[in-house]
């Protein structure tokens, strides 16, 4: 036995190794496609379209009879209650003791009081309309009533919604749904009165009628202590009657029907109401997904034992092929061995996996080759491009440094000739705070706040030359003071707005300075108030300031400006952007752009 059990085991064996060598000289893309077809196509197409559109056909038919079921029962219960009403009703009209109480005459109040009570007791009209759930009341054209009790006069009535909701049907029995004034009290309800012409004498002729206001809440109730499954609507003329979902109150008025309604009804019913048509609509109370798994769970279970059995089975014969010749190959990447790129001692099977493990030892061989020889022109290539553009930067730096120590000498110079004052002491301070910033170079990018203490430095030194005639104000948010920004940048656009600025502008010059954030961007607003230029050319600069390069700096002009725009777009990889306004005789404002990030300590930096 156990030898027999071997030998089957050894024959299974044996045929997956044939199978799946097989598999190995299939293409890739066949491969896909099979298991595409085996293990989803398949199982998914007979298992689950047969058994899921059986359930769905038997669930659909069973709540489409449930639903007319529901239909009839409504159906059954209104028109039972109506006409429980409409024979009600048909009892006064012919009770010979009604007609001929609305057809005497009465000579006063006092004779109809007494004509009143002797009508109750003769013709026991109170034990029949009193004991029922009905609120009845006849109204008749005849001068001698009295309003009160079951009787009034017509003329009180006559304006009403539902009279002339009567009259305009000619019809003798008419069941009109209205929202007035309730009897005895100042709110509005929604009323169902059955209303009777009494021309009982006089065939088709008097306006007398008797009306019978059904018990709107204990229908409304009838429908919630049914406890239906679906939701129900009893309509009439666009209008919700009834319904078992809580909408509305017996005090709010009639809503709408709409086309939510009609549109989602799983079934429509009309029935006949004495003149009117009522419309029954009923929507399915949809069951969740679990109540549905739950009710089905037996073919839920066998749905997922054939979508997991059968794809694992083929599944398992595919992975020698497939899956451990990638690993192979992935395995291969995954090694470290210096600078060589190791080749693979096996390459198996004449589909694509096959073809790309041999590709791959190739391209090992040829990357061996080449790795000494590219590898070492690339670095060279690099160190000559870092070379260079320390050249450019220090060659930056070189330019700007006796640009800004000219303009606060000049500053000194022209205080000691304007004034003849020995008030130095300050300037000089203000100018060794300058200097000591201008000459440390070791790195190009400075804090918010450090390059701030220089410009104001800076303005401080230019007050001392034009007097009353500069002031600046600076507002920065705190969150900034920590952003990095190529040194100089900013106390060169301060520059440029007060010496341009001031030029043949004798009233004060105001300079402002405004450090904020914008959508993810640090914005440097430097305005002033001063002379100001032509439209032309400020469109003109800050196209200039957008591309800067190096060559615009053997230009002249504007020097200061395009070093700074230079510095900046290679500190922030060219994503600055710049904005220039200016108007003649208003001033000037550029504003600077700066996409923000973080570097490796968490400090926000340009």
């Known amino acids: 036995m156990g030898k027999i059990k071997a030998y089957c085991g050894k024959k299974v064996e044996n045929i997956q190794i044939r ?92 004779d109809y009081y007494i004509s009143y009570i002797d009508f109750l007791k003769d013709s026991l009209y109170e034990s029949v309309i009193g004991s029922s759930s009905y609120h009845t009341v006849i109204y008749a054209d005849n001068p001698g009533f009295i309003n009160g009790g079951y009787f009034s006069r017509l003329e009180t009535v006559s304006d009403s919604e539902w009279y002339r909701e009567f009259a305009d049907s000619e019809r003798n029995v008419l069941v009109v749904p209205y929202y007035e004034v309730s009897a005895g009290s100042s709110s509005r309800q929604k009323k169902l009165s059955v209303i009777r012409k009494l021309d009982y004498y006089h065939k088709g002729q008097g306006g007398n009628v008797v009306k019978l206001d059904l018990d709107y809440s204990a229908i409304i109730r009838g429908l919630l202590n049914a406890h239906y499954a679906d939701t129900a609507y009893i309509c009439c003329e666009g209008k919700i009657l009834f319904s078992n979902d809580g909408r509305g109150g017996i005090n709010m008025p009639f809503e709408s029907v709409g086309t939510e309604i009609p549109e989602q009804a799983g079934v429509h019913r009309q029935m006949q109401v004495f003149g009117k048509v009522w419309e029954i609509y009923l929507i399915n109370r949809k069951a969740t997904a679990m109540e549905v798994i739950k009710n089905n769970r037996a073919l839920v279970l066998l749905l997922l034992m054939v979508n997991i059995l059968l794809p694992l089975a083929f599944m398992r014969l595919l992975n020698r092929s497939f899956t451990v010749r990638l690993r192979t190959l992935g395995e291969i990447f995954e090694k470290e061995n210096g600078d060589q790129l190791p080749p693979l001692m096996e390459t198996e099977g004449k589909d694509e996996i096959g073809t790309l493990m041999r590709s791959y030892n190739q391209m090992a061989q040829r990357m061996n080759d080449l790795i000494q020889t590219v590898y070492k022109e690339k670095l060279k290539e690099q160190e000559m491009d870092i070379a260079r553009q320390a050249a450019e930067l220090l060659a930056l730096h070189n330019q700007i440094n006796p640009h800004f120590l000219f303009n606060a ?70 969150r900034f003071r920590e952003t990095k920004i190529p040194k100089l940048t900013l106390v060169t656009f301060v520059e440029n707005a007060c010496v341009h600025g001031m030029e043949n502008k004798t009233s004060v010059v105001w300079i402002f300075v405004r450090i904020s954030g914008r959508d993810g961007r640090l914005c440097i607003e430097i305005e002033d108030t001063g002379a100001g230029m032509p439209s032309g050319q400020a469109c003109e600069l800050q ?19 395009l070093n700074a725009c230079i510095r900046l777009k290679m500190m922030t990889k060219r994503q600055v952007l710049f904005e220039l306004e200016s108007e003649e005789g208003v001033g000037t404002m550029v504003t600077i752009h700066i996409p923000l990030e973080k570097d490796k300590e968490g400090e926000k930096t340009c």
């Open 19 to 110: 199978i799946s060598n097989a598999l190995d000289d299939i293409s890739l893309k066949h491969k896909l496609i099979m298991m595409y077809i085996f293990c989803v196509l398949l199982p998914l197409f007979v298992t689950d379209s047969v058994i899921l559109s059986t359930i769905v056909r038997a669930d659909r038919d069973a709540r489409k009879q449930e639903m007319n079921n529901t239909a009839d029962a409504i159906e059954y219960s209104l028109t039972t209650t109506v006409e429980n009403a409409v024979n009600l009703i048909q009892n006064v009209y012919r009770n010979r003791y009604v007609n001929q109480f609305i057809e005497a005459e009465y000579s006063s109040p006092l």
């Open 409 to 478: 000498l000049e500053s000194i110079r022209m205080h000691s000739i304007l004034k003849k004052e020995y008030e130095t002491a300050n300037m000089v301070e203000k100018l060794a705070i300058m200097e000591r910033q201008n000459v440390e170079w070791s790195n190009d990018s400075v804090r918010i706040d450090e390059e701030i203490r220089f410009v104001e430095a800076y303005l401080d030194l230019q007050k001392y030359r034009f007097g009353e005639r500069l002031s600046y104000q600076i507002d920065v948010e705190e």
């Open 543 to 561: 196209e200039k300031m957008n591309l800067a390069k190096m060559e615009q700096l053997k230009e002249k002009g504007r020097v200061g400006i």
